[in-house]
C-alpha cells in the first residue's frame, strides 16, 4: 500500500508565502514524476506544477515567478513554495506522485488527501 500525506495549507494574507509538502510511504519500488494541482469552487481542477524524475519543471502562467516545485527523492516528497500569493491563488492543492509499487507492475497516479489555501485580507 502507498499512503501520501500532505501538510502546510492555511490562511496566508495577499503578498505572503506558503510552503506546501507531501510526502509518500509504503511499498514504493520507483517514483517518478510528482506534481501540484488545485481546484478553486466550481472551477475544474487544474495542474500547477510538475517535475520529472529528473527534475524537469513546468509551471501554469498563472504562477510562473511566484511558485516553486522541488523534490528531495530520499524523502519521497515533493514541495511547492508559493510566494506574493494573490486571492485568485485560493483553492484546495492536491499532490500527485507517478509511482511503480513493483518492478514489473505499472504506473500508477497517488493522490494526497488535499489541504486548503485561502489568500485573504
Known amino acids: 500500500q502507498v499512503q501520501v500525506v500532505e501538510s502546510g495549507g492555511g490562511l496566508v494574507q495577499p503578498g505572503g508565502s506558503l510552503r506546501l509538502s507531501c510526502a509518500a510511504s509504503?511499498?514504493?519500488?520507483?517514483?517518478?514524476?510528482m506534481g501540484w494541482h488545485r481546484q478553486a469552487p466550481g472551477k475544474q481542477r487544474e495542474l500547477v506544477a510538475r517535475?520529472?524524475?529528473?527534475?524537469?519543471?513546468n509551471y501554469a502562467d498563472s504562477v510562473k515567478g511566484r511558485f516553486t516545485i522541488s523534490r528531495d527523492n530520499a524523502k519521497n516528497t515533493v514541495y511547492l513554495q508559493m510566494n506574493s500569493l494573490k486571492p485568485e491563488d485560493t483553492a484546495v492543492y492536491y499532490c500527485?506522485?507517478?509511482?511503480?509499487?513493483?518492478?514489473?507492475?505499472?504506473?500508477?497516479?497517488?493522490w494526497g488527501q488535499g489541504t486548503q489555501v485561502t489568500v485573504s485580507s
Open positions: 500527485n506522485h507517478r509511482l511503480q509499487v513493483d518492478p514489473m507492475g505499472p504506473l500508477g497516479d497517488y
Open positions: 509504503g511499498s514504493i519500488f520507483r517514483m517518478y514524476a
Open positions: 517535475i520529472t524524475s529528473n527534475s524537469s519543471t
